[in-house]
Structure formats: structure tokens, C-alpha cells
Nanobody
Framework: QVQLVESGGGSVQAGGSLRLSCAAY??????MGWFRQAPGKEREGVAT??????????AYGDSVKGRFTISQDNRKNTLYLQMNSLKPEDTATYYC??????????????????WGQGTQVTVSS
């Protein structure tokens, strides 16, 4: 059984930074990602780290490129999302997810089976 637990959310002013963590328990796949969902909006792919070809690859949503960085510490079985230059439009509940299927669904939320409970990020102007 895979369990994902996010932490690190909070409130920050525009231009600030936060780092989210996702601790993974149980067997985890090489396809892991961060997603977010704001009230009244669809769940959006933020960043993905995956290995479909023997090498580590990354994918970022257009709205976060250059500001957010996804990384993982395999020794700690933890996924991170470093968020810099935060904007009010980044306000959402952030979720981490993983899936075992090949190829990795990357930024497509329906392609992920296992999800964390979410952590709230609020950016004020």
C-alpha cells in the first residue's frame, strides 16, 4: 500500500518562497508529481519527475516554469517542491501523486492512482 503525506504549506506574501515535502511510505514508482487545485478549478499539473528511459526527466506546467523546482531524496523517500517568486494565483491546495504505469502520465492528473491528502498554500498580494 502506498501512502503519501504532504507538508510545508502555509501563507506567504507575493514574491516569497515555500518548500513542500511529500513523504512516501510503501513502494513508490519512478513517476511522481505535484498537482494543485484552486476552488472551482480543475486539478492542474505543476511539476513531475519521472524515469521512463533510464534517466531522470522533469516536466513543469507553463505557469510555474522558472519559479518552481521539483526534486527528490531517494534515501529519505521524499519528494520536494521548491516554490519561489510566489504569486497570488499560485494559491491552491497542493497534492503529490505517484503511479506505477508506463509511460509516466507526467502532468496529467487522471494518470495517477495514488494521492496525498493535500497541503494548502495561500499567497497574499
Amino acid at each position: 500500500q502506498v501512502q503519501l503525506v504532504e507538508s510545508g504549506g502555509g501563507s506567504v506574501q507575493a514574491g516569497g518562497s515555500l518548500r513542500l515535502s511529500c513523504a512516501a511510505y510503501g513502494y513508490t514508482a519512478s513517476c511522481m508529481g505535484w498537482f494543485r487545485q484552486a476552488p472551482g478549478k480543475e486539478r492542474e499539473g505543476v511539476a513531475t519527475i519521472y524515469n521512463d528511459d533510464g534517466s531522470t526527466n522533469y516536466a513543469y506546467g507553463d505557469s510555474v516554469k522558472g519559479r518552481f523546482t521539483i526534486s527528490q531524496d531517494n534515501r529519505k523517500n521524499t519528494l520536494y517542491l521548491q516554490m519561489n517568486s510566489l504569486k497570488p494565483e499560485d494559491t491552491a491546495t497542493y497534492y503529490c501523486a505517484t503511479d506505477f504505469r508506463y509511460p509516466c502520465a507526467r502532468l496529467s492528473a487522471p494518470g495517477y492512482k495514488y494521492w496525498g491528502q493535500g497541503t494548502q498554500v495561500t499567497v497574499s498580494s
